[in-house]
């Protein structure tokens, strides 16, 4: 039977999270016919073995589980598109295994991407496990006006509502349906005409980053981001990263995919001005850190990879291209 929607879930030792990840597809399921693709990069701790039994148990029912098992970590971007090539559903909707969907949250969706033919994808509004709102909307590419006025505190002076329309961000409360430059990979849903037109996931993305390139590649095709607060889906965040890396090492990881991100995906004149914004405002908190005795490590190895990547776009050797 054809299905109407496919949930990708990406897994990489979930444990629990995993699980509970799954329990609630079942408890809030669309009205609409679904299946689950779910891609194991390697994991160790059992799950992918849970995901054997979930797959052997759900084969012959209407809502069946495929799984795709990687005998390396692929990263998040090439574990998608892997699934994107095996679905055969009109709606894809990125799932992330720490994620939780909340009731009607995926008809909500649903019924958002179809008002219009021209929305490419959609996202929920995502609350921390405590029920505090966690951020999922930015402005996309990044612009270095806004990197000022948020890293300066000059925002503040701003009135709140011009702030947030402004900024989104942190800046945002999350309040109302619009059309936004980025929207969150934790959970997506996505239109599979729009992976046939503008492609999947960047590959040479591992981790961080892919989201970004993606979404601004989804805009410049001329298709709509919307963000829908009425659908809630519950995010734990970070549960692979903190397994994988220290704070410090996530840090450096998502700077160098921010880095390549600029690179690869914005003009030359624009990757500049956003390093010098970014550079000015490292260097400024450095200098408070030392002066205030407080640890500068952490800012002073992303200052570094910034200082690395702007004197290789000034002299020219950068793989940036024009747009």
Not at 58 to 70: D, K, Q, S, Y
Not at 100 to 107: K, P, Q
Not at 230 to 258: C, F, M, N, P
Not at 271 to 286: C, K, M, P
Request: proline fraction near 4%; hydrophobic fraction near 40%.
């Amino acid at each position: 039977m054809s299905q109407t929607l496919s949930f990708i879930v990406v897994n990489w030792n979930g444990g629990e999270l995993l699980k509970r990840c799954f329990e609630s597809i079942a408890r809030h399921p669309p009205s609409t016919q679904w299946d689950i693709i779910a891609v194991d990069n390697a994991s160790t701790d059992g799950s992918r073995e849970w995901l054997h039994q979930r797959a052997d148990a759900t084969r012959l029912t209407t809502n069946p589980v495929h799984l795709i098992e990687n005998a390396t970590n692929a990263g998040f971007g090439a574990a998608n598109n892997q699934a994107f090539e095996i679905s055969r559903a009109h709606f894809l909707f990125l799932l992330n295994a720490d994620a939780e969907l909340t009731a009607g949250s995926c008809d909500t969706l649903i019924k958002t991407l179809s008002s219009d033919a021209r929305i490419g994808a959609c996202g929920p509004r995502l609350l921390n496990p405590d029920g505090s709102l966690q951020i999922s909307v930015w402005r996309n590419p990044p612009t270095a006006w806004a990197t000022l006025l948020s890293g300066l505190r000059l925002a503040s002076l701003l009135p709140p509502r011009l702030r947030g329309e402004l900024l989104l961000a942190e800046h945002w409360k999350h309040d109302r349906r619009r059309d936004v430059g980025m929207l969150g990979g934790a959970a997506l849903l996505v239109r599979r005409e729009v992976i046939e037109e503008v492609g999947g996931f960047d590959e040479r993305f591992h981790m961080y980053g892919e989201d970004n390139e993606w979404c601004l590649r989804i805009t410049r095709a001329g298709w709509r981001l919307v963000f829908e607060p009425e659908a809630v889906v519950i995010h734990q965040g970070g549960h692979s990263s903190l397994q994988r890396w220290t704070d410090v090492e996530k840090v450096q990881l998502q700077t160098k995919a921010y880095l390549e991100f600029l690179n690869r995906a914005v003009p030359r004149h624009k990757v500049v001005t956003n390093l010098l914004a970014s550079t000015g405002l490292l260097t400024i908190q450095r200098m408070l850190r030392r002066i205030r005795n407080r640890p500068a490590n952490e800012v002073d190895s992303v200052l570094k990879l910034h200082f690395q990547d702007l004197r290789r776009v000034l002299t020219g050797r950068t793989n940036s291209r024009e747009n």
